[in-house]
Every structure is written in structure tokens, then in C-alpha cells.
T-cell receptor, first 113, second 115 residues
Framework: AQSVAQPEDQVNVAEGNPLTVKCTYS??????LFWYVQYPNRGLQFLLK??????LVKGSYGFEAEFNKSQTSFHLKKPSALVSDSALYFC???????????FGRGTQLTVWP | EAGVTQFPSHSVIEKGQTVTLRCDPI?????LYWYRRVMGKEIKFLLH????????ESGMPNNRFLAERTGGTYSTLKVQPAELEDSGVYFC?????????????FGPGTRLTVT
């Protein structure tokens, strides 16, 4: 069965500092992994995905994520955080046959000036 | 191109009443998904349409929930009768029938409050 864990409910970081939002997964078969972001009163916006290929995936707004098969992790990173990055971040894994997504509980990122 | 739209954005109803949520996917997207997030918990899958057919409805919580997608365009999700535990944010997502595109595009959600 597929599942995703986001071990941190909240991450706080100062503007300009690097940020990491953690995600671990459990899948049967090849992992198709995603990060989504939700700003207040908005829907989920796609940030990036890992399907195959390079372990370091680059996405929107300067975000990137590193796929680590041995640690079954897909942590979201950004070298220099902005206050505008403050939002709710969701990690998800796609069922390889049915297409449905399995989400983590979400991590609230707060970037303070 | 227009994104996924959902209506209404908010709905407050009393226990026992009926509510119908609507989702308009991105034009041309064959796949339509419904998800729900109960306060503070993970977003959970409800069901998946491919065009007008239900591909996977294993996430539907019980028979008080009825989803339709007439003509393979917009979809409705009816809750009848609503219970307190149905409160949450209902998201709709769509994706094209293209194996090169795995991401799903989400609407803004409908916040349902059952009192």
C-alpha cells in the first residue's frame, strides 16, 4: 500500500536561510512523487514531480526536491527562503496503476522577515 | 487556459440536509478526481472518473455520497443526508489522458461545514 509521511507539522525559517520540508514515502513499485503548495484561500498548486531520471528535481518558484531511494525520502528544499513562500506544503505519491494520489498531512511553512 | 473551478466556495448546512458540490475540470481533461481534507488531516482520495465512467470509487466513505459526471464534462458530488463528520474541504482535480503528464491540477476547493 502507498503512504506518505510528513513528520513536521510546522517549519519556521528566517528569510534568506535555506529551507527543508521533509517527506518520506512507502510504495509498492516505482514511486511517482509530487509536491504541492496551498496558499491561503487557494487550491493546491503543483510544484514539482519525480517520475524517473535525476534524483534532484527542480520545480517552480526556485524549489527543488531530492529523491533518495535508499531512505525512501523526497525532501523539498530551497536555498534561500522568501516570506512569500509561507504556505501549506503537501507531499504526495501516485498509485502506479490507478492514478489516485496519497497525500501527507501537510507542513505549514512560515518564513519570517 | 482556465483552471479547475469549483462551486460553491463555502457551504454551511445543517445535519440531515443535502448539499451538491460542483467541479468543472480543465477543458479536454478526461480524468477527474475528488478528494477531501478533514481539518488538520491528510487529503484523502474519494473517487476517480475517466470521462463519464467511474474508474475507482474505493475512497467514497459511504452511500450517502453520490458522484456523477454526465457527458464526461463537469462533475457533481452530492451528500445526502449530511452528517457532522462530512465537514471538510472538498477538492476536485483533473488531468489529461496522457501518460507523460502525471500531475493533477486542483481547484480551489469547497469548504463544507455541517452544523
Amino acid at each position: 500500500a502507498q503512504s506518505v509521511a510528513q513528520p513536521e507539522d510546522q517549519v519556521n525559517v528566517a528569510e534568506g536561510n535555506p529551507l527543508t520540508v521533509k517527506c518520506t514515502y512507502s510504495v509498492s513499485g516505482n514511486p511517482y512523487l509530487f509536491w504541492y503548495v496551498q496558499y491561503p484561500n487557494r487550491g493546491l498548486q503543483f510544484l514539482l514531480k519525480y517520475i524517473t531520471g535525476d534524483n534532484l528535481v527542480k520545480g517552480s518558484y526556485g524549489f527543488e526536491a531530492e529523491f533518495n531511494k535508499s531512505q525512501t525520502s523526497f525532501h523539498l528544499k530551497k536555498p534561500s527562503a522568501l516570506v512569500s513562500d509561507s504556505a501549506l506544503y503537501f507531499c504526495a505519491v501516485r498509485d502506479s496503476t490507478l492514478g489516485r494520489l496519497y497525500f501527507g498531512r501537510g507542513t505549514q511553512l512560515t518564513v519570517w522577515p | 487556459e482556465a483552471g479547475v473551478t469549483q462551486f460553491p466556495s463555502h457551504s454551511v448546512i445543517e445535519k440531515g440536509q443535502t448539499v451538491t458540490l460542483r467541479c468543472d475540470p480543465i477543458s479536454g481533461h478526461d480524468n477527474l478526481y475528488w478528494y477531501r481534507r478533514v481539518m488538520g488531516k491528510e487529503i484523502k482520495f474519494l473517487l476517480h472518473f475517466v470521462k463519464e465512467s467511474k474508474q475507482d470509487e474505493s475512497g467514497m466513505p459511504n452511500n450517502r455520497f453520490l458522484a456523477e459526471r454526465t457527458g464526461g464534462t463537469y462533475s457533481t458530488l452530492k451528500v445526502q443526508p449530511a452528517e457532522l463528520e462530512d465537514s471538510g474541504v472538498y477538492f476536485c482535480a483533473s488531468s489529461p489522458n496522457n501518460r507523460a503528464t502525471y500531475e493533477q491540477y486542483f481547484g480551489p476547493g469547497t469548504r463544507l461545514t455541517v452544523t
